[in-house]
């Protein structure tokens, strides 16, 4: 993918993606299954956490994932409105953004997806 992967066309004012639908596909995968395995790993239920914080891509990823999960809307916490697209740094953002709003106890899981499709996912548990 690379520099194929996005690009800005000044001449015509657009952003192309021509393998949207393909990273639309991975990203819900992996943030799906790797939700699901760090929280199996751990024996955690989806039931148990507090909060999911998604990679901020767009709202469709996350409403897709957490519909998937079975995760209620008023747990999931996103600044993507806000801030866009963030990149690597969204989900931290986002968690230092509500920092305030965690009690002691709470299991917070945090998935990512970035480029190169690379994935990952951590549960926090505040003191």
């Given at each position: 993918?690379?520099?194929?992967?996005?690009?800005?066309n000044?001449?015509?004012?657009?952003?192309?993606?021509?393998?949207?639908?393909?990273?639309f596909?991975?990203?819900?995968?992996?943030?799906?299954?790797?939700?699901?395995?760090i929280?199996?790993?751990?024996?955690?239920?989806?039931?148990?956490?507090?909060y999911?914080?998604?990679?901020?891509?767009n709202?469709?990823?996350?409403?897709?994932?957490?519909?998937?999960?079975?995760?209620?809307?008023?747990?999931?916490?996103?600044?993507?409105?806000?801030?866009?697209?963030?990149g690597s740094?969204?989900?931290?953002?986002v968690?230092?953004?509500n920092?305030?709003k965690?009690?002691?106890?709470?299991?917070?899981?945090?998935?990512v997806?970035?480029?190169?499709?690379?994935?990952g996912?951590?549960?926090?548990?505040?003191?």
């Amino acid at each position: 993918m690379g520099t194929d992967g996005v690009f800005l066309n000044l001449q015509n004012k657009e952003i192309k993606m021509p393998y949207g639908k393909d990273v639309f596909v991975h990203a819900c995968h992996y943030l799906i299954e790797n939700t699901k395995n760090i929280l199996i790993k751990n024996d955690f239920s989806i039931n148990q956490l507090s909060y999911f914080i998604g990679h901020q891509a767009n709202m469709r990823i996350l409403k897709h994932v957490i519909k998937e999960l079975g995760i209620p809307e008023n747990k999931l916490l996103y600044n993507i409105e806000e801030l866009g697209n963030t990149g690597s740094a969204s989900t931290l953002l986002v968690f230092a953004q509500n920092y305030d709003k965690f009690k002691s106890g709470d299991l917070i899981c945090i998935s990512v997806f970035e480029g190169g499709y690379s994935a990952g996912s951590c549960l926090i548990r505040m003191n």
